[in-house]
T-cell receptor
Framework: DAKTTQPPSMDCAEGRAANLPCNHS???????VYWYRQIHSQGPQYIIH???NNETNEMASLIITEDRKSSTLILPHATLRDTAVYYC??????????????FGGGTRVLVKP | SAVISQKPSRDICQRGTSLTIQCQVD?????MFWYRQQPGQSLTLIAT?????????ESGFVIDKFPISRPNLTFSTLTVSNMSPEDSSIYLC?????????FGQGTRLTVV
């Protein structure tokens, strides 16, 4: 699986959008971009994933650049409960390789009132 | 979604002893995965547990230290053997469901 690079930490204001960048310049054509988050003392939680088109669900939006070398996770209206470590992972889709996830350092997001 | 139950949720153990962690899934899955998260660190895959065959271990992890059982398609155990303080970590099991990975809440282990 390709490696990813994320900023180690970032702060954002409650109620504002949080934009979390991720670089994955060595991503392969069959690899997806996945985002997970880990709230303190809990197991990681799936947020969203995409291949090349932008994706949106009830939690977040995922913007992938045209060359697929980077992406941005957008939390549209951050709340205090969004404080967590966010992991960007690139991998082939689940059924192709099991869920062998390679976690990088992630971004520690602190949402402030 | 998948419901994953891990037991115990936390434990404090004496060095030299062993602890077995249980992971129960609410439906049958082919593979179950065990991760370790050392204090302040990210998750690292220990091994993949397949029903009916030996687990596949990642580099740096060996069966003698982390024996795994997978007696059926909904259950697995991970044993941390001959523990030392360096084994103090959160241990998590995980399964695939469709395109997502689901994780248990983890077992917080402290070795004293």
């Amino acid at each position: 699986d390709a490696k990813t690079t994320q900023p180690p930490s970032m702060d954002c204001a409650e109620g504002r959008a949080a934009n979390l960048p991720c670089n994955h310049s060595t991503i392969s054509g069959n690899e997806y971009v996945y985002w997970y988050r880990q709230i303190h003392s809990q197991g990681p939680q799936y947020i969203i994933h995409g291949l090349k088109n932008n994706e949106t669900n009830e939690m977040a939006s995922l913007i992938i650049t045209e060359d697929r070398k980077s992406s941005t996770l957008i939390l549209p209206h951050a709340t205090l409960r969004d404080t967590a470590v966010y992991y960007c992972i690139v991998r082939v889709e689940a059924w192709a390789a099991g869920n062998k996830l390679t976690f990088g350092g992630g971004t520690r997001v602190l949402v402030k009132p | 979604s998948a419901v994953i139950s891990q037991k115990p949720s936390r434990d404090i153990c004496q060095r030299g002893t062993s602890l077995t962690i249980q992971c129960q899934v609410d439906s049958q899955v082919t593979m179950m995965f065990w991760y370790r998260q050392q204090p302040g660190q990210s998750l690292t895959l220990i091994a993949t547990a397949n029903q009916g065959s030996e687990a596949t271990y990642e580099s740096g992890f060996v069966i003698d230290k982390f024996p795994i059982s997978r007696p059926n398609l909904t259950f697995s155990t991970l044993t941390v053997s001959n523990m030392s303080p360096e084994d103090s970590s959160i241990y998590l099991c995980s399964v695939d469901r469709s395109t997502e990975a689901f994780f248990g809440q983890g077992t917080r282990l402290t070795v004293v």
